[in-house]
């Protein structure tokens, strides 16, 4: 049973940080690509940042220089660190796992990130 165990989310001031962690289980870690996406109240899910196998990471331009996304394969583990939180930023954060040529694409449940004073 593949389970993706998001935490890390929470209110955080304009300014902020938080650091994201996805455990996840029941895959092989280290051959699949590992993303983050957010959806915002109204809005569709949107890509926020992938990093792949290889480690070579990938992010949206909304969050270029403010975020950084990293994995430990040893702990089947990816992380989304998020500086200069903005209100905009406020979503549900999901994790993503996708095996490259495969139909194995697995999310976990989401956690709430909300930017406020």
């Known amino acids: 049973q593949v389970q993706l165990v998001e935490s890390g989310g929470g209110l955080v001031q304009p300014g902020g940080s938080l650091r994201l962690s996805c455990a996840a289980s029941?895959?092989?870690?280290?051959?699949?690509?590992m993303g983050w996406y957010r959806q915002a109240p109204g809005k569709q899910r949107e890509l926020v940042a992938v990093?792949?196998?290889?480690?070579?990471?990938n992010y949206a331009d909304f969050v270029k220089g403010r975020f950084t996304i990293s994995r430990d394969n040893a702990k089947n583990t990816v992380y989304l660190q998020m500086n200069g939180l903005k209100p905009e930023d406020t979503a549900v954060y999901y994790c993503?796992?996708?095996?490259?040529?495969?139909?194995?694409?697995?999310w976990g449940q989401g956690t709430q990130v909300t930017v406020s004073s």
């Open positions: 993503n796992a996708r095996r490259p040529y495969s139909r194995n694409d697995y």
């Open positions: 990093i792949t196998r290889d480690g070579s990471t």
């Open positions: 029941g895959i092989t870690f280290s051959i699949y690509n």
